[in-house]
């Protein structure tokens, strides 16, 4: 096989979507710097695209676009908030949780392993009030998680802070709540930026406000049985943030 | 797409309704889970709202475009899963119901029209693994649990049909 079919070989079975994890991986590496190879997928992304508009189209839920405005607001606050430096976001998260911390701890509000903080400014800067947020972590040294939700909207918004992301895994949220029963999976949290999705809509507002949100280490893509397959590594209660 | 690159919301608002349903079905056929497609199809518009400025109409059009990010996001998400199993691919799937019925009495792009007569111009089961991967996201491994042969078989049989489709295609 010639070079050239090689190449034509790999890039169609890339944009198929044949190829197995580590072979994608490499073709997605090598496209950046291979413009052989970049054309070849282009132009099997063009001669397969027309199946597209074969396909059956499934109507999203309803709600989804609201949360895709709501990303996009949040990355522009923050990038607002923050400056574009990529490190200027990570300093004023740390420098607003530093300040939740001293108002959680003037308030006598650490609580075994978990600190609940009042948020003083939203986090997100939308101006709307019944905000509730909480502090995922181990300790009160090693904030991983933030959580804000909004009990109006029921959209809960969760980013990572500190926690780091793992090879084939993948963190996952629960809420858990004696009246539950079983902890209930809340999705999987991307590993970077903000998840936002209006997981609580099925919750009434008194348990998601008195329940326990967890982070699991799960498999990649999230727990394959519906229930959490490790013991919680991060645990916060939600607090509200605004009067 | 140029009007979104300018930041225009009510071209992105429009943008979104013509075509999420096409990009929520093609996340859903390969993830199979409802959650999963709606986070990449989130991803991808904000990803689309960001990244507007990089779409090139030379290129491809705005739907191929698309369609090229959310079917790689959501590719590369179930690949690095457990590995699909022979009972998650659809049942019963005929291409012919899958991409002739639908349409039928429509109008077909050119382009459609001519892709669809070249896959017919592969031998059945041929065209149905590139419509299994391609619609489905099936691997080698679950096309060789499916059509019981060696998983470097059907790499070659791929090929094949990849080079007399673009052979077809180019005609």
Not at chain 2, 22 to 31: D, N, S, V
Not at chain 2, 47 to 54: L, P, S, V
Not at chain 2, 78 to 98: N, W, Y
Request: glycine content about 6%.
């Amino acid at each position: 096989m010639s070079e050239h079919e090689d190449i034509e070989a790999l890039a169609g079975e890339y944009v198929l979507g044949t190829l197995e994890a580590a072979e994608r991986s490499a073709v997605t590496a090598r496209r950046e710097r291979e413009p052989q190879l970049a054309a070849a997928i282009e132009a099997w992304e063009r001669r397969l695209a027309p199946l597209v508009e074969a396909a059956e189209a499934v109507e999203p839920p309803g709600g989804l676009y609201a949360r895709i405005e709501a990303e996009i607001a949040a990355q522009a606050g923050l990038a607002g908030a923050g400056g574009s430096a990529a490190g200027a976001e990570t300093a004023d998260l740390a420098r607003r949780l530093r300040r939740w911390r001293a108002a959680a701890f003037a308030g006598g509000a650490l609580a075994a392993g978990l600190v609940l903080v009042i948020l003083a400014q939203n986090l997100l800067r939308r101006p709307e009030p019944a905000n509730f947020i909480a502090v995922l972590q181990k300790d009160a040294a090693s904030p991983a998680f933030l959580i804000e939700v909004d009990l109006r909207s029921r959209i809960l918004t969760v980013r990572p802070v500190a926690a780091e992301p793992r090879a084939g895994k993948s963190y996952e949220l629960w809420i858990i709540n004696a009246k539950l029963g079983a902890p209930r999976s809340l999705g999987v949290i991307a590993n970077q930026g903000f998840t936002i999705r209006p997981a609580l809509k099925d919750y009434d507002s008194s348990i998601v406000q008195s329940a326990t949100f967890a982070v699991t280490l799960e498999p990649e893509g999230g727990s394959p049985t519906g229930a959490p397959t490790s013991a919680p590594l991060w645990t916060g209660r939600l607090v509200q943030a605004t009067p | 797409m140029s009007r979104v690159a300018r930041r225009d919301r009510a071209a992105f608002a429009a943008l979104y309704h013509a075509t999420s349903a096409k990009m929520f079905g093609t996340a859903l056929r390969i993830l199979r889970r409802r959650d999963l497609a709606e986070d990449i199809v989130q991803e991808v518009y904000a990803k689309i709202w960001e990244r507007a400025g990089d779409f090139d109409a030379a290129k491809a059009s705005p739907i191929t475009w698309m369609a090229a990010i959310v079917r790689n996001r959501a590719l590369d998400v179930v690949r690095r899963k457990a590995p699909m199993q022979l009972e998650d691919l659809p049942e019963g799937f005929e291409p012919a119901a899958q991409v002739s019925d639908p349409l039928a009495g429509r109008d077909r792009s050119e382009g459609l029209r001519k892709l669809l007569a070249c896959l017919d111009k592969l031998d059945p089961q041929k065209r149905q693994m590139v419509l299994l991967a391609y619609y489905h996201g099936a691997s080698r491994d679950a096309l060789a649990q499916r059509y019981d042969a060696p998983v470097p078989t059907i790499k070659t049989w791929l090929h094949r049909s990849l080079a007399q489709l673009r052979g077809c295609l180019s005609s």
